[in-house]
């Protein structure tokens, strides 16, 4: 049980490294769409194997949150220095990222609430990675149809996390 446990700490930390291997290999948009990839499977999969074998935990909930904050942090800011992104995007995205963290964070740990993602974060997060998408197949189109939705989305994620932590 526990072997399996630090698997699934495993899986969940390799989307850092997934980050960061998309940052290095910006210019190959074939490696970074593999990179996107795996790090979109591993978020689905660590999770969803943990409920599935009754091994999921409130610190394992918690490393999922703190990883995807890191990795969509560290993302935004590289796309930002390193392509021509839109100056609304990074700061909405950058403080939903913030304030979400917080909401998780502080709020959850103190009243020792077990958090699980709302759909509104899931479709967020989906959201932002086709938008990242289009930023690495230079198809700007995609990335400015997707925003409207990546803030309609991310609004209502934090409003749904602050409603139930708010309690």
Known sequence: MDRAKGLLVGVTISR????????????????????????????????????KYGISSTWGGALDGVVDKICVLLLVIAFFSIRDVSYIFFPVIFFREILQGIALGFVGAKKKLD?????????????????????VLDFALLFYVLLPFVFIFGGLSVYGYWKVFGR
């Open 16 to 51: 850092i490294l997934f980050t960061v291997l998309i940052i290095v290999f910006y210019k190959n948009v074939g490696m970074v769409l593999l990179f996107i990839a795996l790090a979109l499977i591993s978020d689905f999969a660590d999770g969803r194997v943990a409920r």
């Open 115 to 135: 958090y699980q993602a709302n759909w509104h974060s899931k479709i967020t997060t989906n959201l932002q990675a086709l938008a990242m998408f289009g930023l």
